[in-house]
């Protein structure tokens, strides 16, 4: 047996460029691509709304595919625990800004989102000496909510999909604001605990 496969796999040296960091790097060249697709013809022409959409969607799935890779295959790195936070943020912070800008997102939703992500990637940074919260069914339930209702706002859809659109978003920043209270009380207790320890 040779020496590389009898080393324990929690000791085996990662490269940090494999097949699930280039998904996320690819995620974050979509979002350039994404945002000129949106705004192409003016930002109502149909054709490039559903061109928008395709780039979106298949971000989308990389933000899936790269952590189930990372995670059955054992090749989760430390630049990926950094990039792909950064991926998602950029991916759903400029389809909604984007989405505000042209009018179809009213800018206080936006603003929600984006200081309650803002917010929890700092908490992060405050608590991660102390231990790593991780992510709640709760977190996961709002990333799929806010994809899916900024998927169906980009599409070119006639009056009742914005409408189902409007609701899945409006039950999106419900589940962000919750979620990011949760988040801060479990930060607070981590921070707590240690001190009380220490």
């Not at 280039?22 to 022409?45: K, N, Q, S, W």
């Not at 006639?158 to 039950?171: C, E, K, T």
């Amino acid at each position: 047996m040779s020496a590389a496969r009898r080393e324990p796999l929690a000791h085996r040296r990662v490269s940090a460029w494999n097949v699930a960091n280039y998904l996320t790097v690819a995620r974050l060249v979509l979002v350039p691509v994404f945002v000129v697709l949106l705004f192409a013809g003016g930002g109502d022409e149909a054709g490039w709304r559903v061109a928008a959409w395709v780039a979106f969607a298949v971000a989308a799935v990389t933000d899936y595919v790269d952590g189930e890779l990372a995670r059955s295959r054992g090749i989760v790195t430390d630049l990926g625990k950094l990039l792909d936070p950064i991926a998602d943020k950029a991916l759903t912070g400029s389809a909604l800004v984007g989405l505000s800008l042209l009018g179809e997102l009213w800018w206080w939703v936006t603003v929600v989102v984006l200081v309650r992500e803002l917010g929890v990637t700092l908490l992060r940074f405050w608590v991660i000496r102390h231990g790593v919260i991780p992510a709640s069914r709760g977190g996961k339930l709002k990333t799929l909510l806010q994809l899916v209702a900024i998927g169906l706002l980009v599409l070119p859809l006639p009056d009742p999909g914005h409408l189902v659109a409007a609701v899945i978003m409006g039950a999106a920043v419900v589940v962000t604001v919750v979620t990011g209270v949760d988040y801060v009380v479990r930060a607070l207790r981590l921070r707590r605990g240690v001190v009380a320890g220490a």
